[in-house]
């Protein structure tokens, strides 16, 4: 069919590819809206000497790992194709990187002026390991010269869809999207005359789509067929039997069926049923021309017919070394096969999780589990374990559990109790993972219990590194080193570098919580030895508590530098739990420090993406309420309901102080200083009893706020005491020194005339007009006889703060208009509107004028797209 109407995405193609840097284009549009058509005829007339490497994800029951990457390998061989086979004999966690580091090989062309496309079909339906893929691309091709063009389906990816996440985290500059509308009505009747066919009611009955005009004009009869299903029946019927059992056959195998399966049939029926244009050629083999299509040949078939295809093909597929086991579980499964089912999924599974595809592998150990009730409990467990492990990697940490659980229940009717020690770790740290730190306590101690009466090997090593983790988390220092020695001292005679490197991190993060920076050492030592083992995971976390105990004890200038290098390692290795999490403590950091645009950026980027269990994601929450809260933004504390959820199911500092105080702060934002006093002295008394000095200053800070009493401020950090004992001067002083603006505005408006002055200014500079409107009213309330005066009625009314002017201003440049643009509108100089929009993004928080377009439709201050 002619491309009609797709000259602007082909042109926008062809700029991409032109383009001196990187680029990411997303070919987007309902099934069969010409996608693969729109992408072949680019390819096709690409740049002279442009190199196109195809893969595809298939609509498997669980898609194989890493599909696309399969499919260019077998094209270009080589470094990428032996690395790819080396990731499936082994479980060694960096070859995965080794693998990806091929593929960006590949798509570098040394060669002046030489251009690699690599094209991945029907991303909707990638794996994990293929979106982690892409998210390893597009975090790095800025540095290479490649166009990367992803085709998806928009009625595919519903909001939760996991490459959403995998999109937002790309940089904004290399995005193009590229969204293919139907046909409109003079373009489908165009067709239909070139067609020699009447064009009346073709548009009504395919609502414009490609494909579906396609189809219709090729169909013999008279009219116009009302569904896809009747088109492509009334297709099948006028084949010959021997081609109807071929195209049946071919309906049931995704992407395409190789020549192959297709021995047992007459080569004849296959070629009727190309010159038919039923099938099309595709690679080795032959598919029907859109899934659509052959969904609706397969759905016409009875259950039974269905079953029997399936069984046909797991036969044909089974004996091949060639084919991914991912195929098989899928036809085994809709075959009705369990012992095939029990035979495969497994295997599928490790292979999926070698690839870093934890979903998938958790998918595939769902799909066996219903099948393992006759099976001997020992096997039934390990298929049990097996699963919990992937969908714990996977986050699923509810089912886990609850799948740890049901092991466990096989092995106590066992009696090892390696093995039920094992299960009891293992529940202990999903127990917390999923806010249970009392049901964590207790597992952990009931594995250590029963692992200490068989010998000590490993499995005793890390109980005992369990539970020191447990007690640091805890905020239990001194039992968090008890334990953690113990283990590293088992671990050094058993010669076990994972345990030594696991508990040495526990142990240098408690001597961090009690100010002792000889924890600092510790976690080194701690990252050093994980990194050279290849334990990634260990590894990460070493700087991750490096850092984030940082900001928590307010060092903020190795706090800076701690993050900026955890950062850096943890998303050279794809961590992302990790990389979020510490977004989340550099929002708060910049929070700190006055750096209010860059903390919103960070905390909104940190919650841009998949759900993510457990408590990483409570400090851009908090982080986003505390900005909301100081700006004006909105009443309620939507960021901190599943912040306050994890606080009150850990009873974690690191979770209850932060909580606590953006609380606590709202309350007397909103002139209800005493509503969290009780939550307040019950996180201040946690607070004292761990040793904090910062926690408890900033709790304490609050309780004085509401008036309530403080006790011993000789436990409090310096600038909190300071100013709860009347030296508001030193306090600010002391917060001026350390860099924090906020807090110094805080003591300064607790001075005289000239101090709240100058503490007005503050929080107007950093767009605190909230804040700035309560220090009004108390100062009132003081007596103070001149209280500087505020923005205008209008402005202060303003949820945002924005003057008349800048509300004009921000509604254009929510249109995208340039500041000249903006400026002939206005008749104002260009400059003066540079001033206007510096001011938008300050009062909005916000570093870039496309987010502050998003951040002004979010809260509605202008109208939405």
């Given at each position: 069919m002619e491309l009609l109407e797709r000259a602007d995405a082909l042109a926008t193609l062809d700029r991409l590819l032109a383009s001196p840097g990187g680029a990411?284009?997303?070919?987007?549009?309902e099934a069969g809206a010409g996608k693969s058509a729109l992408v072949s005829a680019f390819a096709a007339t690409a740049a002279p000497g442009a190199r196109v490497l195809w893969g595809s994800c298939d609509p498997l029951l669980t898609p194989r790992a890493l599909g696309p990457l399969h499919d260019i390998a077998r094209h270009v061989g080589g470094v990428l194709a032996e690395r790819l086979t080396a990731l499936h004999e082994a479980a060694e966690a960096e070859r995965r990187g080794a693998v990806f580091d091929a593929l960006l090989d590949e798509l570098t062309d040394p060669r002046p002026g030489r251009r690699t496309v690599m094209v991945v079909e029907d991303a909707h339906w990638a794996d994990g390991a293929t979106l982690d893929l892409i998210a390893y691309l597009g975090r790095r091709l800025a540095r290479h010269p490649a166009l990367?063009?992803?085709?998806?389906?928009?009625?595919?990816?519903?909001?939760?869809?996991?490459?959403?996440?995998?999109?937002?985290?790309?940089?904004r500059s290399l995005v193009h999207r590229l969204p293919l509308p139907a046909l409109s009505t003079d373009a489908v009747a165009a067709l239909a005359r070139r067609a020699g066919r009447a064009p009346a009611?073709?548009?009504?009955?395919?609502?414009?789509?490609?494909?579906?005009?396609?189809?219709?004009l090729a169909a013999t009869g008279p009219g116009v067929p009302p569904t896809v299903r009747d088109l492509v029946l009334a297709r099948l019927a006028a084949l010959s039997p021997p081609a109807r059992e071929v195209a049946t056959l071919v309906s049931v195998v995704p992407s395409r069926a190789e020549s192959y399966l297709l021995d047992d049939h007459p080569p004849a029926a296959v070629q009727e049923c190309l010159d038919r244009g039923v099938l099309v050629p595709a690679g080795n083999g032959v598919a029907f021309r859109h899934e659509l299509l052959g969904r609706a040949a397969r759905e016409s078939l009875s259950p039974v017919r269905r079953a029997a295809l399936h069984a046909a093909v797991l036969a044909r597929l089974t004996p091949r070394a060639d084919v991914d086991a991912a195929r098989l579980v899928h036809h085994a499964h809709h075959a009705d096969d369990p012992t095939a089912v029990l035979r495969w999924a497994p295997v599928a599974a490790l292979r999926a999780s070698?690839?870093?595809?934890?979903?998938?592998?958790?998918?595939?150990?769902?799909?066996?589990?219903?099948?393992?009730?006759?099976?001997?409990?020992?096997?039934?467990?390990?298929?049990?374990?097996?699963?919990?492990?992937?969908?714990?990697?996977?986050?699923?940490?509810?089912?886990?559990?609850?799948?740890?659980?049901?092991?466990?229940a096989l092995r106590e009717a066992e009696g090892d109790p390696l093995r039920i020690g094992e299960n009891l770790r293992w529940m202990s740290r999903l127990s917390w993972w999923t806010g249970d730190s009392t049901a964590a306590r207790a597992?952990?101690?009931?594995?250590?219990?029963?692992?200490?009466?068989?010998?000590?090997?490993?499995?005793?090593?890390?109980?005992?590194?369990?539970?020191?983790?447990?007690?640091?988390?805890?905020?239990?220092?001194?039992?968090?080193i008890d334990w953690g020695d113990r283990a590293r001292e088992l671990a050094g005679r058993l010669g076990d570098a994972e345990t030594e490197a696991h508990a040495l991190v526990n142990v240098g993060s408690a001597?961090?919580?009690?100010?002792?920076?000889?924890?600092?050492?510790?976690?080194?030592?701690?990252?050093?030895?994980?990194?050279?083992?290849?334990?990634?995971?260990?590894?990460?976390?070493?700087?991750?508590?490096?850092?984030?105990m940082s900001v928590d004890w307010h060092r903020l200038a190795p706090a800076a530098e701690a993050l900026d290098r955890a950062l850096r390692f943890t998303t050279d290795r794809d961590l992302d739990g990790y990389f979020r999490h510490l977004l989340g403590?550099?929002?708060?950091?910049?929070?700190?420090?006055?750096?209010?645009?860059?903390?919103?950026?960070?905390?909104?980027?940190?919650?841009?993406?998949?759900?993510?269990p457990g408590g990483s994601l409570a400090p851009a929450l908090v982080t986003l309420s505390r900005l909301d809260a100081r700006c004006g933004g909105p009443a309620g504390?939507?960021?901190?309901?599943?912040?306050?959820?994890?606080?009150a199911q850990s009873q974690e500092l690191q979770f209850v102080v932060p909580v606590a105080a953006a609380l606590a702060e709202r309350h007397w934002l909103a002139g209800e200083p005493t509503r969290t006093a009780a939550e307040l002295r019950r996180a201040h008394q946690l607070a004292v009893e761990a040793g904090q000095p910062w926690f408890a200053g900033e709790l304490a800070y609050w309780l004085w706020r509401a008036g309530e009493p403080v006790g011993d401020t000789g436990v409090l950090a310096s600038p909190y005491r300071r100013l709860i004992e009347g030296d508001w001067a030193g306090a600010a002083e002391e917060w001026r020194q350390l860099g924090c603006p906020y807090t110094r505005a805080e003591a300064l408006a607790c001075g005289d005339d000239s101090a709240a002055g100058e503490a007005l200014r503050i929080l107007e500079g950093l767009g605190a007009v909230a804040v700035a409107r309560r220090v009004r009213a108390d100062l009132r309330v003081r007596g103070m006889a001149r209280v500087p005066r505020g923005p205008r009625p209008a402005t202060a009314a303003h949820p945002a703060g924005l003057t008349a002017r800048q509300r004009e201003v921000l509604a254009l440049l929510a249109e995208g208009l340039s500041n000249a643009e903006i400026a002939a509108r206005l008749s104002l100089s260009t400059r003066t509107v540079g001033h206007h929009v510096s001011a938008v993004l300050n009062k909005l928080a916000v570093p870039s004028r496309g987010q502050a377009a998003a951040a002004a439709r979010r809260r509605g201050l202008v109208p939405p797209i």
């Open positions: 990411v284009a997303l070919v987007a549009g990367l063009v992803f085709t998806l389906r928009d009625d595919e990816v519903g909001e939760q869809h996991p490459l959403h996440g995998v999109l937002a985290g790309l940089p009611g073709l548009y009504q009955a395919t609502g414009g789509n490609p494909l579906l005009v396609t189809e219709v070698r690839a870093g595809a934890h979903r998938q592998a958790a998918d595939h150990y769902t799909v066996a589990l219903p099948h393992a009730a006759g099976l001997p409990p020992p096997r039934r467990a390990e298929l049990l374990e097996a699963y919990a492990i992937a969908a714990y990697l996977a986050g699923l940490g509810a089912q886990a559990l609850a799948a740890w659980r049901d092991a466990l597992a952990g101690t009931r594995a250590v219990q029963v692992l200490e009466s068989a010998p000590p090997g490993v499995q005793l090593a890390m109980a005992y590194s369990n539970m020191s983790q447990l007690f640091m988390l805890g905020d239990d220092t001194d039992r968090a001597r961090l919580q009690r100010g002792n920076l000889a924890g600092v050492i510790e976690l080194e030592r701690a990252h050093t030895l994980a990194a050279a083992h290849h334990l990634d995971d260990h590894a990460a976390r070493a700087l991750v508590n490096l850092a984030t403590y550099r929002a708060r950091l910049r929070l700190a420090t006055g750096a209010w645009s860059g903390a919103r950026a960070d905390a909104e980027q940190a919650l841009t993406g998949t759900e993510q504390p939507p960021h901190l309901d599943g912040a306050t959820r994890w606080a």
